[in-house]
Nanobody
Framework: QVQLVESGGGLVQPGGSLRLSCAAS????????MGWFRQAPGKQRELVAA???????NYADSAKGRFTISRDNAKNTVYLQMNSLKPEDTAVYYC?????????WGQGTQVTVSS
């Protein structure tokens, strides 16, 4: 089992920045990728960014150039630095961790971009 704990969400004005953190614990040796998804009210959950254990990254088009995903292997933590935030970035952001045949989810953290 893998446990994921997210932090760092909140209310920010348009153009502002936030950094989300996701700490993994438990049987983490088989995890090969972690990432962030988001879900806005009335919409499907969508990928924002992902990073593999080798450091390869993947971003949604909406995140490219504004968001950066990174990881600290010593802390088993993945980060999502979000800059130039827009109202349409408002959503619950979920951390995920993938091992062969299974995906784990965090509890989600709310990000609200509003003036």
């Amino acid at each position: 089992q893998v446990q994921l704990v997210e932090s760092g969400g909140g209310l920010v004005q348009p153009g502002g920045s936030l950094r989300l953190s996701c700490a993994a614990s438990g049987t983490i040796f088989s995890i090969y990728a972690m990432g962030w998804f988001r879900q806005a009210p009335g919409k499907q959950r969508e990928l924002v960014a992902a990073i593999t254990t080798r450091g390869s990254t993947n971003y949604a088009d909406s995140a490219k150039g504004r968001f950066t995903i990174s990881r600290d292997n010593a802390k088993n933590t993945v980060y999502l630095q979000m800059n130039s935030l827009k109202p349409e970035d408002t959503a619950v952001y979920y951390c995920n961790a993938d091992e062969p045949g299974r995906r784990y989810w965090g509890q989600g953290t709310q990000v609200t971009v509003s003036s």
